[in-house]
């Protein structure tokens, strides 16, 4: 059974600083990656989509790479602002038209 | 983009009374919508997955008769919490594959659920 974990669970850092947030899960076999960002209360924003074959992927201040072999992906944010605080999600899908399964996120707080 | 509205975004209901919520997808045809419950602190779980037409696959551990699912057409999903207890309090949020099947899905806003 797919888990995902991903690490730190919470993290503090002062604006403009540059951070990583860690995605591992145990099966190699899926078919895509997505990254999300869920503001308390709130649903889910969608940040990043790799596929299996991709290695990595880039939006702005985001990067996020895929390790599919060793199971592992990174969430860089570059220049952290304070907007930036929120909880981040990584998920994986086995096949087209599955469900994704979730890691329970990093709570991420940027200070002013 | 591809948007799937739900509704409503809070409630909060008595102990023993039923309570539905609703997805809807905007801009697209939904074939298939993914239940999600999250509790504090924890991940996002699935529930079941609805497919238009045809009955609802349920994870284990959901009680079908619980939470039932309706699919009736491609551009909504119901779920309906029956005789809601606090232990069922939660946020509960849904989503669909929007594009091709290499692109990403879509949630909802999420319904925050409170049972008292």
């Known amino acids: 059974k797919q888990e995902v974990t991903q690490i730190p669970a919470a993290l503090s850092v002062p604006e403009g600083e540059n951070l990583v947030l860690n995605c591992s899960f145990t099966?190699?076999?899926?078919?895509?990656l997505q990254w999300f960002r869920q503001d308390p209360g709130k649903g889910l924003t969608s940040l990043l989509l790799i596929q299996s074959s991709q290695r990595e992927q880039t939006s702005g201040r985001l990067n996020a790479s895929l390790d599919k072999s060793s199971g592992r992906s990174t969430l860089y944010i570059a220049a952290s602002q304070p907007g930036d605080s929120a909880t981040y999600l990584c998920?994986?899908?086995?096949?087209?038209?599955?469900?994704?399964?979730f890691g329970k996120g990093t709570t991420l707080s940027v200070s002013s | 983009g591809a948007v799937v509205s739900q509704h409503p975004s809070r409630v909060i209901c008595k102990s023993g009374t039923s309570v539905k919520i609703e997805c809807r997808s905007l801009d697209f045809q939904a074939t298939t919508m993914f239940w999600y419950r999250q509790f504090p602190k924890q991940s996002l779980m699935l529930m079941a997955t609805s497919n238009e037409g045809s009955k609802a696959t349920y994870e284990q551990g959901v009680e079908k008769d619980k939470f039932l699912i309706n699919h009736a057409s491609l551009t909504l999903s119901t779920l309906t919490v029956t005789s809601a207890h606090p232990e069922d309090s939660s946020f509960y949020i849904c989503?669909?594959?929007?594009?091709?099947?290499?692109?990403?899905?879509?949630f909802g806003s999420g319904t925050r659920l409170t049972v008292v």
């Open positions: 099966d190699s076999a899926i078919y895509n």
């Open positions: 998920a994986v899908r086995h096949q087209a038209g599955t469900a994704l399964i």
């Open positions: 989503s669909a594959p929007a594009g091709g099947p290499g692109e990403g899905y879509t």
